[in-house]
DNA sequence: CTTTCCATTATTGTCGACAATAAATAGCTT
DNA sequence: AAGCTATTTATTGTCGACAATAATGGAAAG
């Protein structure tokens, strides 16, 4: 259960040494839950103060949540927390659907055998959490990513992993989390993970391939509904 | 000419208004053409003396320098330049050729047939510069280059532009530098851009992205060769 | 002679202050 | 009164110095 928290934070552990590093992670999870409002200018003596640094290791944080997205840099005017959109939502998903569609045909290739039971095992566990705490969507979340950062892990590709768990992940968090993502897709979801892991095991990365990205493609329509229902 | 030239140092005119973008642009070449040797460390004071400014603004370089893979940090150690290998050369060309493939069914679907015709005289045009000036790889370095830059922005998705032309193009060009890329694959690298083109022009995806990604592979594989020959 | 531990040195991370640029406000002109 | 311009204000970019951490070299023990 903890573990599962762990994992979404901070898919590949790295201890957080650095202030940067450990002020970085805060303004994340409060970009990505919406503490800090969409589309919301930053200010980075305000920010400093807040978090009783300076202001050279929160700039080395800025500039690491504009690498991954969270926010959008000006030179000489400043950041501003990024704003979603439909259309954003749709490029977003775009690039998952073909980097985790080639994950998975990686993954199909080079996961070791062991990695995949073990992930196997990990699948049973969320699907007994979630029958416990049915409706509770954090649960949902945590293990939908965990399951797709383990895949994406096993894909061995080191560019592949930093683009989709350093790069993507946090936005596509954000956009799950603010959208409010739970609902009944959660136990079709969870046959899907089946599936597709069931096509990795088999050594099948072209199955893998077309599950997972008809996997993110149900993912995005259920989004876009949400995000319609919000806009109207 | 100078057009050329222009086109593959900056993709997107953004004018280096900070001394940290002006310093950026000088290391990420120093880097690309070996000058600074792959694999050694880098000195924040040194380089802060060489280009006369403090370490502010150069930390802020490497930060975007470790961005697009040039170079890789470990915290409270430093930064060293990263090491060619043929590992690092597949996995890279995996990303690209899923990344590119997607580019051209995108811009099949969403690049103005303006843009189309404009690139379709760019080519004609390199192909003079090629038959003029032949053997020289500069040429064939910053025509091939220009032609996926256009091919990427037509796909109009700002996420698959970042990734490819400021986060993955840099360290592309530095395997095809330092492999010294020329030989006999100029004149069909042409063809082969001409036949995505027209793929692209007929809004036929499917069939541009299929001809993306052999002709990335192709070209894979010709660095692939060098590599080897260097290796032993 | 090798290995381990410690001290020294150098490098990175962080801080507070200054300079340059952009935003906000006030004053002037039409 | 509206719009433009100049001045003020605030924010970002940059600098030099200090603190904390890692690399280096030497001395002592085996």
Same mark, same amino acid.
């Given at each position: 259960?903890?573990?599962?928290?762990?994992?979404?934070?901070?898919?590949?552990?790295?201890?957080?040494?650095?202030?940067?590093?450990?002020?970085?992670?805060?303004?994340?999870?409060?970009?990505?839950?919406?503490?800090?409002?969409?589309?919301?200018?930053?200010?980075?003596?305000?920010?400093?103060? #807040?978090?009783?640094?300076?202001?050279?290791?929160?700039?080395?944080?800025?500039?690491?949540?504009?690498?991954?997205?969270?926010?959008?840099?000006?030179?000489?005017?400043?950041?501003?927390?990024?704003?979603?959109?439909?259309?954003?939502?749709?490029?977003?998903?775009?690039?998952?659907?073909?980097?985790?569609?080639?994950?998975?045909?990686?993954?199909?290739?080079?996961? $070791?055998?062991?990695?995949?039971?073990?992930?196997?095992?990990?699948?049973?566990?969320?699907?007994?959490?979630?029958?416990?705490?049915?409706?509770?969507?954090?649960?949902?979340?945590?293990?939908?990513?965990?399951?797709?950062?383990?895949?994406?892990?096993?894909? #061995?590709?080191?560019?592949?992993?930093?683009?989709?768990?350093?790069?993507?992940?946090?936005?596509?968090?954000?956009?799950?989390?603010?959208?409010?993502?739970?609902? $009944?897709?959660?136990?079709?979801?969870?046959?899907?993970?089946?599936?597709?892991?069931?096509?990795?095991?088999?050594?099948?990365?072209?199955?893998?391939?077309?599950?997972?990205?008809?996997?993110? /493609?149900? /993912?995005? #329509?259920?989004?876009?509904?949400?995000?319609?229902?919000?806009? #109207?």
């Amino acid at each position: 259960m903890s573990t599962i928290h762990m994992e979404v934070l901070s898919p590949i552990a790295k201890p957080a040494v650095t202030s940067a590093d450990r002020v970085l992670v805060q303004i994340q999870r409060a970009v990505v839950e919406g503490e800090i409002a969409a589309g919301s200018k930053i200010s980075e003596p305000e920010l400093a103060r #807040k978090f009783n640094i300076s202001r050279a290791p929160l700039r080395e944080a800025l500039a690491r949540l504009e690498r991954c997205h969270l926010i959008e840099r000006i030179p000489n005017a400043g950041a501003r927390v990024v704003r979603l959109s439909y259309e954003g939502l749709i490029h977003l998903y775009q690039i998952r659907e073909e980097l985790e569609g080639l994950a998975c045909r990686l993954a199909a290739e080079y996961m $070791p055998t062991e990695e995949i039971e073990q992930l196997q095992g990990l699948l049973d566990q969320h699907l007994s959490h979630q029958r416990v705490r049915e409706g509770e969507s954090y649960y949902q979340e945590a293990g939908d990513l965990d399951f797709h950062y383990r895949v994406i892990l096993g894909s #061995k590709n080191p560019y592949l992993i930093n683009m989709l768990c350093d790069e993507l992940y946090y936005l596509v968090r954000m956009y799950r989390v603010q959208m409010g993502m739970n609902g $009944p897709r959660v136990s079709r979801a969870f046959d899907e993970h089946k599936a597709i892991l069931t096509a990795i095991g088999n050594r099948d990365g072209e199955l893998a391939d077309l599950l997972m990205r008809r996997h993110i /493609s149900a /993912s995005r #329509k259920n989004i876009e509904i949400k995000l319609a229902q919000q806009e #109207k």
